[in-house]
């Protein structure tokens, strides 16, 4: 599986951004899918996830209420809505994808990763 992270840029505090994973390779469908982020000089948090069955969803606290994960199978790919954004969303974002949804999302580990995409949040 290749993934493909795409749709990143700077926004203003408050603003609202959209970034896109695309899929290749080999069909999402089976697959739960999840965003991380990594500030500079921080580890890799985990951001959101969603299963591939059901759409069941889980976010990080940090972001719950303000980004929205969603999917579209046929298009393989998954999206993340980030509305009301922070400078301290200000990150590197990457997409992961792995067999099974995360009981944890903090201790999710996810088998295959895309490149990044910048998002910077200025105030």
């Known amino acids: 599986v290749q993934l493909q992270a795409s749709g990143g840029g700077l926004v203003q505090a408050g603003g609202s951004l959209r970034v896109t994973c695309a899929a290749s390779?080999?069909?999402?469908?089976?697959?739960?899918m999840g965003w991380f982020r990594q500030a500079p000089g921080k580890e890799r948090e985990f951001v959101a996830a969603?299963?591939?069955?059901?759409?069941?969803?889980k976010y990080s606290d940090s972001v719950k209420g303000r980004f929205t994960i969603s999917r579209d199978n046929a298009k393989n790919s998954v999206y993340l809505q980030m509305n009301s954004l922070k400078p301290e969303d200000t990150a590197v974002y990457y997409c992961?994808?792995?067999?099974?949804?995360?009981?944890?999302?903090?201790?999710?580990?996810?088998?295959?990763w895309g490149q990044g995409t910048q998002v910077t949040v200025s105030s």
């Open positions: 390779g080999r069909t999402l469908s089976s697959y739960a």
């Open positions: 969603i299963s591939w069955r059901r759409g069941d969803t």
């Open positions: 992961a994808a792995d067999p099974y949804f995360p009981l944890y999302g903090s201790s999710w580990s996810v088998d295959y």
